[in-house]
């Protein structure tokens, strides 16, 4: 059973750099594609970015810039860093797989982290 | 960008009846690249249907998905009380983007 979990502080300062982690079980990071999404509250899904089993990415345009995606296949988990956050980078986020090929879609989703921007 | 359009906003319905929900893209989409997702209170976004028609592992067959080109519906027959929720469109073909969905209250 594929399981995604997120994990990193809840709460940082504006202008600090978010840093969250997806740690996956039940299926190996080096297959597959892994996201990032996120979703204010009250408000809808926005993707941020995927990353890809050759450590190839692909980024949100209204977010690059800020945004670097990583994979530790030691630890079988991936990472989003987005820096020089602001309050409008407060939200929900959550990873998710896809399974990629001929129909993409994210079958799996972890159960998100609440990170809040606030001085 | 591809925008996604979803109609209506939002759509108050009783348990029983059907649900009939519209997502429009600013360009044609493949249809392999067009799914749709469900999102209940408090909880993260359930995968229902991929490539516009297919159904997801474990999705009852109340929910269907039809449409190509730039026009595409998730249908809902007979609802349960566990499908209002909001729901959600997203196109794969051209970078990644999101419908900004439609909520199924309670009548």
């Known amino acids: 059973q594929v399981q995604l979990q997120e994990s990193g502080p809840g709460l940082l300062k504006p202008s600090e750099t978010l840093s969250l982690n997806c740690t996956v079980s039940g299926d190996s990071i080096s297959s597959d594609y892994w996201n990032w999404i996120r979703q204010p509250a009250g408000k809808g899904l926005e993707w941020i970015g995927r990353i890809y089993p050759s450590g190839s990415t692909n980024y949100n345009p209204s977010l690059k810039g800020r945004v670097t995606m990583s994979v530790d296949t030691s630890k079988n988990q991936f990472s989003l860093n987005l820096r020089s956050v602001t309050a409008a980078d407060t939200a929900v986020y959550y990873c998710a797989r896809d399974e990629g090929g001929f129909w993409p879609r994210m079958d799996h989703w972890g159960q998100g982290i609440l990170v809040t921007v606030s001085s | 960008e591809i925008v996604l359009t979803q109609s209506p906003g939002t759509l108050s319905l009783s348990p029983g009846e059907s649900a009939t929900l519209s997502c429009r893209a600013s360009?044609?989409?493949?249809?392999?690249?067009l799914a749709w997702y469900q999102q209940r209170p408090g909880q993260a976004p359930r995968l229902l249907i991929y490539?516009?028609?297919n159904r997801a592992t474990g999705i009852p067959a109340r929910f269907s998905g039809s449409g190509s080109g730039t026009d595409f519906t998730l249908t809902i027959s007979r609802l349960e009380p566990e499908d209002f929720a909001v729901y959600y469109c997203?196109?794969?073909?051209?970078?990644?983007?999101f419908g900004p969905g439609t909520k199924v209250d309670i009548k």
């Open positions: 997203q196109q794969s073909g051209t970078s990644l983007t």
């Open positions: 360009q044609s989409v493949s249809s392999n690249y």
């Open positions: 490539g516009a028609s």
